[in-house]
């Protein structure tokens, strides 16, 4: 089994920056991956980013450039660093471990970006 617990979400005016993080436990030797997910109000889920255990990382286009993740192995926890937040990034943000023989997902952290 793994947990996962995200932190970091609130309110930041446009423009602003925020840094989510995603922590680990339980058996995180089984994870291969993990992703961040976004789901605004009325609409579906959406991918934002995923970074693998080799630290290799891949973004939505409509995030390309302005958010980066990165992982730290010590402490079991994925970052994502969001800046020139816009309106449309407001969502729950989740996170999402790819496991070997099952996917689990934290409970979200919200992101509100309005002025």
């Known amino acids: 089994q793994v947990q996962l617990v995200e932190s970091g979400g609130g309110l930041v005016q446009p423009g602003g920056s925020l840094r989510l993080s995603c922590a680990a436990s339980?058996?995180?030797?089984?994870?291969?991956?993990i992703a961040w997910y976004r789901q605004a109000p009325g609409k579906q889920r959406e991918y934002v980013a995923i970074?693998?255990?080799?630290?290799?990382?891949s973004f939505a286009d409509s995030v390309k450039g302005r958010f980066t993740i990165s992982r730290d192995n010590a402490k079991n926890t994925v970052y994502l660093q969001m800046n020139s937040l816009k309106p449309e990034d407001t969502a729950v943000y989740y996170c999402?471990?790819?496991?070997?023989?099952?996917?689990?997902w934290g409970q979200g952290t919200q992101v509100t970006v309005s002025s």
């Open positions: 999402k471990a790819y496991g070997v023989a099952r996917d689990y």
């Open positions: 970074i693998n255990s080799g630290g290799t990382a």
């Open positions: 339980g058996s995180t030797f089984s994870i291969n991956a």
